[in-house]
């Protein structure tokens, strides 16, 4: 019998643990991944991989669970300046008289790109290989995103007033679109259109956002539902709930992410369900802006696709989709009062596959599984805070925190090695920080 030849790969890890998303609930112990040009080759017990692989490079995780890179559905990147700044106010308060006089006063290429270059540091040490970003300068932000190594979906922004990166939304379409054209040969690079809010955005744009989509195949990244005064303004305006609105002007399809969500009756959640859009759940951003609790376990009974999203830094303050998706299973627990609502497995498919098929990218990212690309995250237990474990896959979501993540990984290229950033200097990050501390602080006190 012939023995087949032993493959040469570029990497092998093998793990304590595995959690490959898919199948569902699902995980592996002592087994291995290997990895050739940044793609997932094969899963198999650690055995038998040293008999079928010989690795340039091998890395044992013992006490470690490994899992598909998290996706951050929705961010602000550049938004991590403006980090504490107009806290503890109503959302609409928090925009009016802090948020925008301090955009309005600073927002420049070199704010986006240095603003996105500190979230990305701070989402690779979280985990997070992949996120969902609304922002402006397009261009700037993605050479962050280059520089960090991240795969990210940039959001070509759409407002119907002004802002010194656009005059008008025939403007902001214009340059988004040329972004996008420019940029679209880098490999981690996504795109989203991404019309800010149905608040800010009027029918027309609306209605060219939904003739693009539907020529492009691009993700539609929304805020939609968000707070109670949203829907009455949109009542009020227009006679129609914000969500019916969109549906009647072509918004509502698979290609919507509708961001925050908060406040869906039944037909609404049905609709989004039937029409296989997706949510953005926020948690922290919803609490601390007091918007409310999105209603997940009406969303998972009807089958809607959930991902997870940190929100921007000034409204979390923190891009840690971990904490996220911890928050996210104990609070649909809580307003459900049904302690089986989004379990463990149901979080973490949230965390990543959810947020990946929210993107169009489900079968690139968001599971370890052959064929895929190696954007992975380790999760060390060798810590007594960590100890016992029964459940690895309850420890990720229920005791692990963004302090725990060890190795980070993104098409096979490792980002983070035990807890370090490998392409990032901290020197350099608290430099641009400290910068753009000392420029924006006389606005902390705007309102």
């Known amino acids: 019998m012939t023995q087949n030849p032993v493959q040469p790969i570029d990497l092998l890890i093998k793990a304590r643990w595995i959690m490959p998303i898919e199948p569902a609930n699902t995980v592996l112990e002592h087994h291995a991944v290997a990895i050739r040009q940044g793609k997932i080759l094969a899963i198999l017990p650690e055995h038998d991989a040293g008999q079928q692989f010989t690795a340039a490079q091998e890395i044992r995780l013992d006490k470690h669970l490994l899992l598909p890179g998290l996706v951050n559905l929705h961010c602000h990147a550049a938004m991590t300046l403006l980090r504490g700044i107009g806290d503890d106010t109503p959302l609409m308060t928090w925009l009016q008289e802090h948020i925008w006089p301090a955009e309005a006063k600073h927002i420049s290429p070199e704010f986006v790109h240095d603003g996105t270059l500190l979230a990305c540091a701070e989402m690779i040490r979280g985990g997070i290989t992949c996120f969902n970003d609304m922002y402006f300068f397009p261009e700037a932000a993605a050479k962050a995103v280059i520089e960090s190594g991240m795969r990210a979906v940039i959001g070509l922004a759409l407002l119907d007033f002004p802002s010194s990166y656009a005059t008008d939304a025939d403007d902001y379409l214009a340059k988004g679109l040329a972004a996008r054209d420019a940029l679209r040969a880098q490999p981690l690079l996504h795109f989203a259109l991404a019309p800010h809010a149905p608040y800010t955005v009027g029918d027309r744009s609306f209605e060219r956002i939904a003739t693009l989509t539907g020529e492009l195949d691009l993700p539609v990244h929304l805020h939609l539902h968000e707070t109670l005064s949203e829907i009455e303004q949109s009542l009020a305006t227009y006679g129609v709930r914000p969500l019916e609105r969109m549906h009647r002007l072509g918004i509502v399809s698979p290609n919507l992410i509708a961001v925050h969500a908060v406040h869906l009756n039944d037909h609404e959640i049905r609709l989004l369900a039937a029409e296989g859009a ?26 809607l696709n959930i991902g997870i999203g940190t929100d921007g830094a000034a409204s979390n303050n923190r891009l840690d989709l971990l904490a996220e998706a911890r928050l996210a299973a104990l609070l649909a627990k809580g307003a459900s009062g049904d302690a089986t609502t989004m379990n463990a497995f149901q979080a973490l498919h949230a965390a990543t596959l959810g947020g990946a098929k929210a993107l169009g990218l489900a079968d690139e990212i968001g599971s370890i599984v052959a064929g895929k690309s190696a954007d992975l995250c380790a999760i060390s237990f060798d810590d007594t805070s960590m100890a016992p474990c029964y459940a690895p896959e309850s420890h990720a979501i229920y005791v692990a925190g963004r302090e725990n993540v060890s190795h980070v990984w993104v098409s096979g290229k490792m980002l983070l090695e035990n807890h370090t ?23 902390e006190n705007l309102a």
């Open 421 to 443: 950033l490998t392409g990032m200097q901290k020197k350099d990050l608290e430099k641009i920080a400290s910068i753009w501390q000392t420029i924006i602080s006389p606005c």
């Open 278 to 303: 997706s949510v953005a759940h926020c948690p922290s951003s919803n609490l601390k802006l007091g918007s409310g609790l999105a209603p997940i376990r009406d969303m998972l009974k009807q089958g």
